[in-house]
């Protein structure tokens, strides 16, 4: 267990709608980033909060959107929703601001747009 | 833009034998490497990292070597076991940098 909780474990939806995907980090971690992995491509960064305030950002669509809260936990809001976004969505935490530190990844979220 | 890639999807061993799965980055500027581990279902898990400042490191029963001359980076796994088959990424970042991921390899070890 890496002590990064996502829920849900899965989500089907029908296309067009809008989903939220949770993330509770490590107890200590600051940081929280977001990843998108489907199946013909690897884990693809889609953006990261340090202690409330965003920090970087990837491959993001517009379409999506994150946020952190005081508590530290994430939020991923994933809206008007494609066939193409059915993938895994994994979250990780670290205790610094960059990635150049060991990150643990939540189990994910496994989203199914039909 | 720059990205870290794998040569073999694919890797088969038998149990027993030592894997090595490699990796070649094209960010000259990346100074800090991690291995992850995933099994199906689950998330990645981190096996061991290497700052550029190294060229080896050593885990329990894995090693990991540096290459900055041609920008390679290698997993080896000793006395693989079943419990070892799993996609394994390599990911680089280069100071505050974001891990940037390959697209992973599937060990498959056969008993």
């Known amino acids: 267990d890496s002590g990064v909780t996502q829920t849900p474990k899965h989500l089907i939806t029908a296309t067009g709608q809008r989903v939220t995907l949770r993330c509770s980090p490590r107890s200590g971690d600051l940081s929280v980033y977001w990843y998108q992995q489907s199946l013909d491509q690897g884990l693809q960064f889609l953006i990261q909060?340090?202690?409330?305030?965003?920090?970087a950002k990837g491959n993001i669509l517009e379409r999506f959107s994150a946020q952190q809260f005081p508590d530290l936990h994430s939020e991923l809001n994933l809206s008007s929703l494609e066939l193409g976004d059915s993938a895994l969505y994994f979250c990780?935490?670290?205790?610094?601001?960059?990635?150049?530190?060991?990150?643990?990844f939540g189990q994910g979220t496994r989203l199914t747009v039909v | 833009g720059e990205s870290v890639g794998l040569h073999l999807p694919t890797l088969s061993v038998q149990e027993g034998d030592n894997s090595i799965i490699n990796c070649a980055y094209s960010n000259s500027a990346s100074d800090y490497f991690i291995w992850y581990k995933q099994e199906s279902g689950k998330g990645p898990q981190f096996i061991i990292d290497i700052r550029s400042n190294m060229d080896k490191r050593q885990g329990q029963r894995v090693t990991v070597l540096l290459n900055k001359t041609v920008k390679h980076l290698s997993l080896q796994i000793a006395a693989t076991q079943p419990g070892d088959s799993a996609v394994y990424f390599c990911a680089e970042a280069s100071g505050y940098s974001t891990l940037t991921f390959g697209k992973g390899t599937m060990l498959l070890v056969s008993p």
């Open positions: 909060y340090y202690n409330g305030e965003e920090r």
């Open positions: 990780a935490s670290s205790v610094s601001t960059g990635m150049n530190t060991e990150a643990f």
